[in-house]
């Protein structure tokens, strides 16, 4: 028999997927680099166009913990701040290694040259670890706090603060992004309780997001079935 939730129990899923794909994407990348054919322009492109929306999407996801979600935790658990720094200090090593690594897919996008893609790899290779240890550290020790600390109306209201801040433009990119890699009971889940907007979003972009997907990693594009 399924598990039933209380009527007000605070669902971190959605957080937990998201931080699941941000785990993926990078790992996937190294491994596109790695298989990358000097002078496929298109591919070339590809990657860096895939990249930009990545980036967009760890951006958006920080600046939602750093002013909406952590904020409020802090106020509820103050001893959460000592954590915090933790957390802030990862932060900034991340935004120093998207930087290299976006100045190294913007020369592989111009040149599609075996150098830049290697610079690029070793970049998300270092990129891609921290993230793993940085995300495994927040879903130990910082999402469970909401479901103790929060109600599910409090819970409900920090995610459309979140959702409502996010650009149409980085929408476009998160949406079928976050669909493509997520776990597909998770995915099916997520789109059954969207609101429209985004459900027609999703519609809108989940093909264009396949192809580009499939033309910038090849091989590491493989992910479990689309949720149609």
Do not use: N
């Amino acid at each position: 028999m399924p598990e039933t939730r209380p009527a007000d129990a605070v669902d971190t899923a959605d957080y937990r997927v998201i931080h699941h794909c941000l785990r993926i994407a990078p790992h996937r990348l190294v491994a596109a680099l790695m298989d990358f054919e000097p002078g496929d322009h298109p591919r070339a492109r590809a990657l860096e166009r895939y990249w930009r929306g990545y980036a967009g999407e760890v951006l958006a996801h920080h600046t939602v913990e750093d002013e909406i979600f952590f904020p409020r935790l802090v106020e509820r658990v103050p001893v959460v701040a000592d954590q915090l720094a933790t957390v802030d200090a990862e932060h900034h090593r991340l935004d120093e290694l998207m930087a290299a690594t976006g100045a190294a897919m913007t020369r592989l996008g111009t040149s599609a040259q075996r150098q830049d893609a290697d610079d690029a790899a070793a970049c998300l290779r270092e990129l891609a670890d921290l993230m793993d240890r940085h995300l495994d550290f927040e879903d130990t020790d910082l999402v469970p706090l909401f479901s103790r600390h929060f109600t599910a109306m409090e819970y409900s209201q920090m995610e459309r603060a979140a959702k409502s801040s996010l650009s149409l433009s980085q929408a476009a990119f998160t949406v079928p992004f976050v669909m493509y890699w997520a776990p597909p009971h998770e995915a099916a889940g997520m789109l059954a309780g969207a609101p429209l907007a985004m459900r027609l979003l999703y519609r809108a972009t989940r093909r264009g997001h396949a192809r580009l997907t499939a033309l910038a990693l090849g091989r590491a594009a493989s992910a479990p079935e689309v949720v149609r």
